[in-house]
T-cell receptor, first 114, second 116 residues
């Protein structure tokens, strides 16, 4: 039973560039959430996707966008990168219910913006 | 608004000592869920436990135990006879169901170092 996978594992970009991160959910899961974790901080919720639509969004600018595909995999796109976007980006998958589902996390993508 | 406070940013213990990680939460919802995750240096968050707001029974799993007290809005985590492999950052998280949509808030984490 494959867990949550993310690619790439590491990425280096320069300010102003755009980046796409990818996530495949755990088998059987239909909901994907993205989090940003800055060094020494807890994960911060970016947004959640279910049925190919963004359902909830945290306090992140429109430079952060996403997509969910019919096979439930997801992408996170960040435009016009800033130095402050350097962080560990975590993808979590869960099974849609009425809330409170356990989210299972992938290994993350470490993004460094120079 | 929901909030999770982990007042202990770093804890160091000697191997075989017991250690308790504190978690205090704030929510206006009557239905909510609490979680603990472990984050080793590799970075991946590992799920440890989920507890809903209607179940205040304490839980024990091997060397791990959890004490949920709604009266004090706390969900503390105790590791008995700590081992070096327990060294990691531990996160407490709170989930509210908002119209069927889940919003998860994490604490800042407690870094646990177990010294051999």
């Amino acid at each position: 039973d494959a867990g949550v996978t993310q690619s790439p594992t590491h990425l280096i970009k320069t300010r102003g560039q755009q980046v796409t991160l990818r996530c495949s959910p755990k088998s059987g899961h239909d909901t994907v959430s993205w989090y940003q974790q800055a060094l020494g901080q807890g994960p911060q919720f970016i947004f959640q996707y279910y049925e190919e639509e963004e359902r909830q969004r945290g306090n992140f600018p429109d430079r952060f966008s996403g997509h969910q595909f019919p096979n439930y995999s997801s992408e996170l796109n960040v435009n016009a990168l800033l130095l402050g976007d350097s962080a560990l980006y975590l993808c979590a998958s869960s099974l849609q219910n009425q809330g409170g589902e356990t989210q299972y996390f992938g290994p993350g993508t470490r993004l460094l913006v120079l | 608004a929901q909030k999770v406070t982990q007042a202990q940013t770093e804890i160091s213990v000697v191997e075989k000592e017991d250690v308790t990680l504190d978690c205090v939460y704030e929510t206006r919802d009557t239905t909510y869920y609490l979680f603990w995750y472990k984050q080793p240096p590799s970075g991946e968050l590992v799920f440890l436990i989920r507890r809903n707001s209607f179940d205040e029974q304490n839980e024990i799993s091997g060397r791990y135990s959890w004490n949920f007290q709604k009266s004090t809005s706390s969900f503390n985590f105790t590791i008995t006879a700590s081992q070096v492999v327990d060294s990691a950052v531990y996160f407490c998280a709170l989930s509210e169901a908002q119209g069927g949509y889940q919003k998860v808030t994490f604490g800042i984490g407690t870094k646990l170092q177990v010294i051999p």
